[in-house]
């Protein structure tokens, strides 16, 4: 494993483009997590956005890892492009001829999307803390250290997308490609989940059950949006005599639905690879 890894942070080090969209992912969640925290006139109001409890602890660790989730796709490209690299520069070919089978080929790939899924949820985790320590109204460690499920959520989730890049980066071989087809399948998918829920299916119970296994889909329900969780919502949802009924929570299920669809992708790379006379 480590033999594997050593190869191909070896090649990220080389990398200019991975370089850079690493850091515009750690450097814009950073920015947006400072302008959160600093308060500034609009039109002469005072913005504080957050005195609206979005660094509260347990909140927090809900709040930023759906934020940082949305910016997933700049490691994607990484990944995507790691692997059209190999067939662009033919160092696939050459990795192979000097020993190396196409199941380590394929490992050395998961071990790197699992590094980088890893090293951004460890990211997230440190910067929440420090923002949660800061400006949290609630600095109990039974509060501070509540909720961290989110945390796993959030890793199983870029660890699931991440794959599914790998694999369309195995499948399609080009970069630009690979993340058309990605785009192409989120419109397929979306539409398909929302004929389902407004035309087909009258249960929205029912509608979430087949929904849930959908790839993009099952990786979306490990993290949902945190924004109806905030005080002022939810005080204005109390003005409004309306109640706001949303599950939010983590679940075991889900979690071994996108850990199934990892493996799949895992093993369809090896597959499409081992099919191919290189």
Same mark, same amino acid.
């Given at each position: 494993?480590?033999?594997?890894?050593?190869?191909?942070?070896?090649?990220?080090?080389?990398?200019?483009?991975?370089?850079?969209?690493?850091?515009?992912?750690?450097?814009? $969640?950073?920015?947006?997590?400072?302008? +959160?925290?600093?308060?500034?006139?609009?039109?002469? +109001?005072?913005? !504080?956005?957050?005195? =609206?409890?979005?660094?509260?602890?347990?909140?927090?660790? !809900?709040?930023?890892?759906?934020?940082?989730?949305?910016?997933?796709? $700049?490691?994607?490209?990484?990944?995507?492009?790691?692997?059209?690299?190999?067939?662009?520069?033919?160092?696939?070919?050459?990795?192979?001829?000097?020993?190396?089978?196409?199941?380590?080929?394929?490992?050395?790939?998961?071990?790197?999307?699992?590094?980088?899924? $890893?090293?951004?949820?460890?990211?997230? *985790? #440190?910067?929440?803390?420090?923002?949660?320590?800061?400006?949290?109204?609630?600095?109990?460690?039974?509060?501070? *250290?509540?909720? @961290?499920?989110? @945390?796993?959520?959030?890793?199983?989730?870029?660890?699931? $997308?991440?794959?599914?890049?790998?694999?369309?980066?195995?499948?399609?071989?080009?970069?630009?490609?690979?993340?058309?087809?990605?785009?192409?399948?989120?419109?397929?998918?979306?539409?398909?989940?929302?004929?389902?829920?407004?035309?087909? #299916?009258?249960?929205?119970?029912?509608?979430?059950? #087949?929904? =849930? *296994?959908?790839?993009?889909?099952?990786?979306?329900?490990?993290?949902? =949006?945190?924004?109806?969780?905030?005080?002022?919502?939810?005080?204005?949802?109390? =003005?409004?005599?309306?109640?706001?009924?949303?599950?939010?929570?983590? !679940?075991?299920?889900?979690?071994?639905?996108?850990?199934?669809?990892?493996?799949? *992708?895992?093993?369809?790379?090896?597959?499409?690879?081992?099919?191919?006379? @290189?």
């Amino acid at each position: 494993m480590l033999r594997l890894l050593t190869i191909e942070f070896e090649k990220l080090r080389y990398s200019k483009s991975a370089k850079v969209l690493s850091i515009i992912y750690f450097g814009l $969640f950073t920015f947006i997590a400072l302008i +959160a925290s600093i308060r500034f006139n609009l039109f002469g +109001a005072e913005i !504080h956005i957050a005195d =609206q409890g979005i660094f509260n602890f347990p909140y927090i660790w !809900h709040f930023n890892t759906y934020c940082a989730a949305l910016l997933k796709i $700049f490691l994607a490209i990484v990944i995507v492009s790691l692997i059209s690299n190999e067939y662009s520069n033919r160092t696939l070919k050459q990795n192979l001829i000097d020993g190396l089978s196409k199941k380590e080929f394929i490992l050395s790939k998961f071990y790197t999307v699992v590094s980088f899924a $890893f090293i951004s949820t460890v990211f997230i *985790f #440190i910067v929440s803390l420090i923002l949660g320590l800061i400006f949290s109204d609630y600095t109990e460690i039974g509060i501070i *250290f509540s909720d @961290l499920e989110y @945390l796993l959520a959030y890793f199983v989730k870029l660890l699931g $997308f991440f794959t599914f890049c790998m694999f369309l980066g195995v499948l399609v071989k080009r970069s630009a490609f690979a993340l058309g087809f990605l785009f192409v399948w989120w419109i397929v998918e979306s539409v398909v989940v929302g004929v389902l829920r407004f035309l087909v #299916i009258d249960d929205a119970t029912k509608t979430e059950y #087949i929904t =849930q *296994f959908f790839p993009l889909e099952s990786m979306s329900n490990l993290v949902k =949006q945190p924004l109806t969780r905030l005080n002022v919502i939810q005080s204005a949802a109390n =003005q409004l005599q309306t109640d706001i009924a949303f599950d939010y929570a983590v !679940h075991w299920y889900q979690i071994l639905i996108v850990l199934g669809w990892t493996a799949l *992708f895992v093993w369809g790379s090896l597959a499409i690879l081992k099919s191919r006379d @290189l």
